[in-house]
C-alpha cells in the first residue's frame, strides 16, 4: 500500500505527527443497511481490523472477508476484488479482482460497479474504455455510491471520454462531497484555485480544502499545505505548510514526500538537509511518483547530496517521463544539449524539447518552447 511504502519517511523526519488522519474509506461498508446477522457483521469487522489495523494483516482480512462472503456479504465481495487489485495477501489478479466486483454487484454492492467502472477507465483486466467506465459509475451513482458521483465528475472535469465540461464536473463534484465524499470536496476546491468553470478564488479554494482535510481526505491535507507555501488565499507560512503535508504523508499522499523533500532541498522554513530531501523522494518515487523521480534525477544532476552522476540522472529523468512527467524530457534535452553523461547532440535535444511543448502544463510548454528558440538562435545567430 501507499502509505507503507511511505511510512519509512515519516519514521527518519523528527517531526510531531498529526494522529487520525487514517481512514477506512477506500474500503466497501455498509451504508445504512439494516438487518444483518451478527455474525456476518462480527467476520466483516474482524476482517476490517486486520486490513487497518498497524500493522495490517492482509491475509487473516481476506480470511474473514471470505467467511462474511461466504454468508452473502456484498460489501466482503468488493474488498475481496480491492485485495485481488492491488495484490494485497494473494497475487495480484486484475481478472480476480473483477470476479468478486461482479458478485458484489449482484449481491447489492453499489461500489461495486464502482470499482468495474475504474477498471474500465484504466485499462484493469478489461480493454480500456471511458464509455464504459462512464456506463457503470453512472449505475452505482444512480444507487448511492459517492465515490461514483466523484469519477464521473472527473471524467468530465478531464474531457475523458467525454466532452470537457467543468459545469457538469462540479454538478457531480458537489452531488458526491454532499453524499460524504471529502475527495470530491478536495476537487471543488482545485476548481476553484485553477478558475476552472467558476472564477479563480483562492480563499474559497482553501475552505474547500479545509473541509476536505477535516474528512481525512490526504489530498485536502495537502492543498492546505501547497496554500500555505504559495501564499494563495492565506499569507505564506512555511511552517504550516510543512505540518500539513506531514498531515497529508501520514494520510498515504505521495505528492507530500514530494513536497517535504522539496522544502529541505531549497530551504525554505527549515534547515537545508539534502539527506532528508533524497529519502522523500525516494519514498515518493517507490510508488511511481513521476515527480519525484524528476527531483532524485536533479539532484543527481546537480551533486546536491550525493555525487553528481549524470548517468543516474539521466536514468531518473527517463523513468519520470516513462510515469508521464513531460518536465523531465526538457531536462534530458538538456543533458543532451550539453553533452552530460551523453555524447551531444542538439538534435535529440531538441526532439525531448519538443515533446515537452504537449505538456498540460502551460509553465512547462513555456519552457520548452523558450529551449527550443534557445537552441534554434544558436543554430542560426
Given amino acids: 500500500m501507499k502509505l507503507l511504502a511511505l511510512m519509512g519517511v515519516i519514521a527518519c523526519l523528527a517531526l510531531p505527527l498529526v494522529a487520525g488522519t487514517g481512514s477506512a474509506s477506500a474500503a466497501s461498508g455498509p451504508q445504512g443497511q439494516m438487518g444483518w446477522a451478527f455474525n456476518v457483521r462480527e467476520m466483516y469487522d474482524k476482517a476490517l481490523h486486520y486490513q487497518f489495523g498497524s500493522p495490517p494483516n492482509f491475509v487473516k482480512a481476506l480470511k474473514w472477508y471470505r467467511k462474511a462472503a461466504a454468508k452473502g456479504n456484498s460489501y466482503s465481495m468488493t474488498n475481496i476484488g480491492m485485495l485481488y487489485g492491488a495484490g494485497l495477501g494473494v497475487p495480484q489478479s486484475y481478472a480476480k479482482a473483477l470476479q468478486w466486483y461482479r458478485m458484489g454487484v449482484a449481491a447489492g454492492d453499489p461500489m461495486a460497479g464502482n470499482m468495474i467502472g475504474l477498471a474500465y477507465q484504466n485499462g484493469q483486466g478489461v480493454p480500456q474504455s471511458y464509455a464504459k467506465a462512464m456506463q457503470w459509475f453512472h449505475e452505482a451513482a444512480a444507487k448511492g ?13 478531464g474531457g475523458l471520454g467525454v466532452p470537457r465540461n467543468y459545469a457538469k464536473a462540479l454538478a457531480w463534484y458537489r452531488k458526491s462531497s454532499l453524499a460524504g465524499d471529502p475527495r470530491a470536496t478536495n476537487n471543488i476546491g482545485t476548481m476553484y484555485s485553477a478558475g476552472d468553470g467558476v472564477p479563480r478564488n483562492y480563499a474559497t479554494a482553501l475552505q474547500w480544502y479545509r473541509k476536505a482535510a477535516a ?3 490526504a489530498g485536502g491535507m495537502y492543498n492546505v499545505g501547497l496554500a500555505y507555501q504559495t501564499g494563495h488565499g492565506v499569507a505564506q507560512n512555511y511552517n504550516k505548510a510543512l505540518k500539513w503535508y506531514m498531515r497529508a504523508l501520514h494520510g498515504g499522499n505521495a505528492l507530500a514526500a514530494v513536497s517535504i523533500g522539496e522544502l529541505y532541498e531549497d530551504g525554505d522554513g527549515v534547515t537545508k538537509n539534502y539527506a ?18 524528476m527531483d532524485l534525477g536533479i539532484l543527481y544532476d546537480s551533486g546536491q547530496g550525493v555525487a553528481r552522476n549524470y548517468a543516474k540522472a539521466m536514468s531518473w529523468y527517463r523513468k519520470a517521463v516513462a510515469a508521464g512527467n513531460f518536465g523531465a524530457m526538457i531536462n534530458i534535452g538538456v543533458l543532451y544539449h550539453h553533452g552530460s553523461g551523453v555524447a551531444r547532440n542538439d538534435a535529440k535535444a531538441m526532439q525531448w524539447f519538443r515533446r515537452a511543448t504537449r505538456s498540460p502544463d502551460p509553465e512547462v510548454r513555456r519552457v520548452a518552447e523558450r529551449a527550443i528558440r ?8
Fill in 145 to 157: 455510491d459517492n465515490h461514483a458521483m466523484n469519477n464521473i465528475g472527473m471524467l468530465y472535469d
Fill in 215 to 217: 474528512a481525512h481526505a
Fill in 276 to 293: 532528508i530531501s533524497l529519502r522523500c523522494f525516494r519514498a515518493a518515487a517507490a510508488v511511481r511518483n513521476s515527480r519525484a523521480m
Fill in 374 to 381: 534557445g537552441l534554434q538562435a544558436k543554430r542560426h545567430p
